[in-house]
């Protein structure tokens, strides 16, 4: 059975993605050193990357017991990129931490160059 996240993500439902994510969820960004805290800022971001991620699929789900490991693939302007949202789950299902991973470096520095472009880090 899929995570709701996954099911909001691969429907770009950005209400359903706010829905999946903990009040005070924390967001670790492959590109960004300090972690991104609570749902407004880290749905801030998700917005963006909703549409930076372009073709975006998932071609595999692990589950552990609290925990999800969701396998996608994508592209980034020219380049291809493969990476791997991991989703920290409370007791109710909510995803308390995401870390998102990419590669290759190409990929990862193309995505930072269009995700800052647009958040212009407001940090």
């Known amino acids: 059975m899929s995570h709701a996240f996954r099911t909001a993500v691969e429907a770009r439902d950005l209400d359903g993605l706010r829905d999946a994510l903990h009040p005070m ?6 590109a960004v050193f300090r972690p991104y805290e ?3 800022r ?3 971001v998700l917005g963006h990357a909703v549409q930076v991620f372009e073709d975006f699929r998932y071609t595999d789900e ?3 017991v609290a925990s ?9 302007g020219d380049k291809d990129v493969e990476g791997l949202d991991l989703l920290r789950v409370d007791r109710s299902g909510l995803v308390t931490e995401l870390t998102v991973m990419v590669r290759p470096l190409s990929g990862l520095l193309a995505l930072a160059e269009a995700m800052g472009a647009r958040l ?4």
């Open 62 to 64: 692990l589950q552990g």
């Open 25 to 30: 969820c924390t967001f670790r960004s492959p």
């Open 68 to 76: 999800y490991g969701l396998v996608f693939r994508a592209r980034v």
């Open 42 to 44: 880290v749905m801030e």
């Open 38 to 40: 609570g749902r407004e």
């Open 120 to 123: 212009a880090d407001k940090r």
